[in-house]
């Protein structure tokens, strides 16, 4: 297939080598400017994907993102924050990325290319008609995402993709594509830079928007969320007092009760 990566297009920028550390910081900020543009272009596709999301977890279904390298980690970090951020369990939504969890910390060879493992791991999280797979690859070309969306396809689940390259395979294999161009990054084909920071802008776009919808936010507030440590705790005690008439004593007094702010503001009387 023929396409052109924009991701891996040589820098505007020339003799980086030679630029000062102000002149470096001020290159990458101009470029980075770009992105949330890149993305505004993309919000029609993100809508899509996040209406689908939004009707399957509805019906009990689960998210799962799979990706490579820098894209299987911001999958992971996108799906790890939910269950403290919403109080959503934590196999809502799953991050899997090619060469399993020490992938995560250390680059595993080859894992990316592999065509047969990202179905092998899905199948192991039980994947089923009611789930939705968003694979995630800057440049559309990642074997192990695109041969798991087509087994996806295979077993009749809805799948979704975050590229930063119009026109690639995985764009053209995923059911409800999101398309983010960037362009070339800073230092010629890093795309960890300006791709990455596209890719996670959409996740929390994605992951955020659906629980909203799921009604896991009340007014502004992370109502659900779960009180891991003692600055979330103070920070629920704030938003029990800013909803209804009592001190900080009988807010936290109310959500030592209740376990909740949604549930301590439901429950006062």
């Not at 060879?109 to 592999?114: F, H, R, S, T, V």
């Amino acid at each position: 297939m023929n396409f052109t990566k924009t991701t891996e297009q040589s820098s505007k920028y020339e003799h980086l080598e030679k630029m000062s550390v102000a002149e470096l910081l001020s290159n990458i900020n101009n470029e980075d400017k770009t992105v949330p543009l890149a993305v505004e272009k993309a919000l029609p596709q993100i809508e899509l994907l996040v209406a689908k999301v939004v009707e399957k977890m509805k019906i009990g279904g689960r998210l799962f993102y799979i990706g490579a390298g820098t894209s299987g980690r911001l999958g992971i970090v996108d799906a790890s924050e939910c269950p403290p951020t919403f109080g959503v369990p934590f196999d809502l939504v799953n991050g899997i990325i090619a060469g399993g969890d020490k992938a995560i910390r250390k680059a595993v060879e080859n894992a990316e290319d592999n065509t047969t493992q990202a179905w092998i791991d899905l199948q192991e999280q039980n994947i089923n008609e009611n789930d939705v797979v968003i694979g995630i690859a800057a440049s559309g070309t990642t074997p192990y995402v695109i041969a798991g969306l087509e087994k996806c396809h295979e077993n009749n689940i809805t799948t979704g993709c975050i590229t930063c390259n119009d026109g690639s395979p995985l764009a053209l294999t995923a059911q409800f594509p999101v398309v983010v161009v960037v362009g070339p990054e800073f230092v010629t084909g890093s795309s960890r830079m300006k791709a990455g920071t596209a890719q996670k802008l959409v996740l929390n776009m994605i992951s955020t928007a659906t629980m909203i919808q799921l009604g896991k936010v009340k007014g502004n507030k992370m109502v659900d969320m779960q009180l891991s440590n003692d600055k979330l705790v103070d920070r629920g005690v704030k938003m029990i007092m800013s909803e209804i008439p009592v001190d900080y004593e009988k807010a936290s007094q109310l959500l030592k009760e209740f376990g909740s702010v949604r549930k301590a503001v439901e429950n006062f009387k």
